[in-house]
């Protein structure tokens, strides 16, 4: 798990990193990627400043008492799709 206990943090690519190999991320409203990327009880938490409640639910996630789920990564060929519609708009 990662814990990004920012005070504040445009938006937290290391949030990013976390996620895309399946690692929850805890991090306080002040991260940008706060409840866009990261969402409560679904692939980590948000959760303000407070050392007792981050400990809390840090224990629970290595508890196993909380299920999350990542999104998989595009596919290559699905990259290369959009990549190939995106230019072929712009020649239009």
């Known amino acids: 798990m990662l814990l990004f206990p920012t ?12 996620l ?5 991320v805890i991090t306080s409203p002040n991260a940008g990627a706060a409840d866009d990327l990261i969402i409560s009880g679904k692939n980590g938490f948000v959760l303000e400043n407070d050392v007792e409640l981050w400990a809390q639910n840090a224990i629970e996630i290595l508890n196993g008492q909380h299920e999350f789920v990542f999104e998989a990564p595009p596919q290559i ?3 290369v799709e959009y990549l ?9």
């Open 77 to 79: 060929e699905m990259v």
């Open 7 to 18: 005070s504040l943090d445009t938006w937290g690519i290391v949030a990013n990193e976390a």
């Open 84 to 92: 190939l519609k995106s230019l072929k708009n712009l020649v239009h």
């Open 20 to 24: 895309s190999v399946g690692v929850p």
